[in-house]
């Protein structure tokens, strides 16, 4: 079993930046792709961003490729979402994910992970 922890969400001016991280505890952090996902009420959640066991791979959504970066430290068990020139329309619950048999293709979908954090707010004010 893994444990995520999500935290770093708060309130944020539109064009600001945060960064929010996610710690791992349980299992082989370096055996896990992980992801993040958001969610705004009432909608369904969505894919933000992915990276590969090792770093050498990363993904993103369209609507954040170039603003946000994720990266990992497998020494500290940690993923984190840098996020730049945020916008109000990025304002939701950013939830961690870990998954040990993602392919780069499932990267996007929810059901390659095994494993999710309790979600960290992220508010973005206009």
């Known amino acids: 079993q893994v444990q995520l922890v999500e935290s770093g969400g708060g309130l944020v001016q539109a064009g600001g930046s945060l960064r929010v991280s996610c710690v791992a505890s349980?299992?082989?952090?370096?055996?896990?792709?992980m992801g993040w996902f958001r969610q705004i009420p009432g909608k369904e959640r969505e894919f933000v961003a992915a990276?590969?066991?090792?770093?050498?791979?990363?993904t993103y959504a369209d609507s954040v490729k170039g603003r946000f970066t994720i990266s990992r430290d497998n020494a500290k068990n940690t993923v984190y979402l840098q996020m730049n020139s945020l916008k109000p329309e990025d304002t939701a619950v950013y939830y961690c994910?870990?998954?040990?048999?993602?392919?780069?293709?499932?990267?996007?979908?929810?059901?390659?992970?095994?494993?999710w954090g309790q979600g960290t707010q992220v508010t973005v004010s206009s």
């Open positions: 990276v590969s066991w090792n770093g050498g791979y990363t």
């Open positions: 349980g299992r082989t952090f370096s055996n896990y792709a």
């Open positions: 994910a870990a998954g040990a048999y993602i392919t780069i293709a499932t990267m996007p979908e929810e059901r390659g992970y095994d494993h």
